[in-house]
Each structure stands twice: as C-alpha cells, then as structure tokens.
C-alpha cells in the first residue's frame, strides 16, 4: 500500500471528530502500527453540509488527531480543498501523483464506498490499483433511510455530471470543482 485516503464527512459543531469519523481514523492507526503507512491523505475542506468561515478544514481536525495519536510518527497530507466527494479524489490525485502511489486503500463509510467506487472508476486510470474498508456506522431508522436515499441522489447526479463535464465543459475538472460547489 503505498497511501491510504481518508474522505471526510464533516466536524461536529464544537470542532470535534464525529464518532464515525474518529472510527475511521483509528482504524488507519491500526494499520500504521502493524506496518507503516508512507503516506495518509485526510481529505475535505469543510465541516458538514454547509462552509463554515472563521473554522479550520476538517482535513485539518483529521490530520491533528492522527499526529496526536500516532504521536507524530506518521505522514499525514492534507486536501482541504474540496467540498464534494468528487473533488476530495480529484484533489487527492494530485497528491498521489506528486508521491508516485499507485496502491492505494480509501476508507469511508460502507454506504458511500459505491459512489467511491464509481467516481474512481471515472477519475482514475488502470495504473492505479485501489482497495477499499467501509465502517459500519450503527444508524437508527431514520437515518438509514436517509442515508441510502442521500447515496441514491448522489449516484444519479454523479453519472450527470461526468456526462456534462466530458460533453460540455471547456474547463479542466479540477477547475470546474473550485468554482462550483456540487455537495455530492
């Protein structure tokens, strides 16, 4: 494994890890203590739904609880640069490209890894070799349902926007990304 990629689902309101997200970040200190990881990406640039001024990244929060558990015996680069799960893998492409990592684990939660899946396989080419470890996060009812149903819009306006982006889009989908703020 040459990097691991974190997608970021947001900071609670007083600048805390949510339990799913904390999860997430203990399992890739797992895997760092029993074989080094050369390189973790926590990407996102946001807090929840909408963008918070005045806050640091929650790539930022990602990033310091790693350093502070792993207690700086880890590589941890940032993307706060996206506000969707499609940038959070354009703008961590950037990053593998600039490490050369071509074998690459992401880690989400068990309903988003379709998407993920799909987005990779619109953003990546075959040089690159991806795995996959979804959490499961406990929901209540209601928020199962919500959760497959956000996922479900989510697929349907993803094949939309690769379909517009390749068909109408004079721009680079990087640029595209910073001037637009899609939420999927």
């Given at each position: 494994?040459?990097a ?17 997200v904390?999860h ?6 797992r ?8 390189l ?5 640039r ?8 005045d ?24 993307e ?9 893998l ?5 990053i ?19 998407r993920?899946q ?48 390749r ?6 989908l990087?640029?595209?990304l ?5 939420m999927?």
């Amino acid at each position: 494994m040459d990097a691991v990629i974190i997608l970021g689902k947001g900071v609670d309101a007083d600048g805390s890890l949510p339990e799913i997200v904390q999860h997430e970040l203990d399992y890739v200190l797992r895997l760092h203590s029993q074989q080094p990881i050369p390189l973790v990406i926590v990407s996102g640039r946001q807090w929840g739904l909408e963008p918070v001024r005045d806050h640091v990244s929650e790539a930022v929060v990602m990033a310091n609880y790693l350093k502070e558990q792993a207690q700086g015996n880890i590589t941890v680069e940032l993307e706060d640069q996206s506000l969707d799960t499609i940038g959070n893998l354009v703008f961590s492409k950037q990053i593998l490209d600039a490490h050369q990592a071509k074998y690459i684990l992401v880690v989400s939660t068990v309903p988003h890894l379709g998407r993920v899946q799909y987005l990779v396989s619109q953003l990546f080419d075959s040089s690159y070799h991806f795995t996959y470890h979804g959490h499961q996060h406990v929901y209540t009812p209601l928020e199962y349902v919500h959760t497959w149903h956000y996922e479900l819009c989510s697929r349907v306006y993803a094949r939309w926007f690769f379909w517009k982006f390749r068909h109408q889009s004079s721009q680079d989908l990087a640029t595209c990304l910073r001037q637009h703020h899609f939420m999927y």
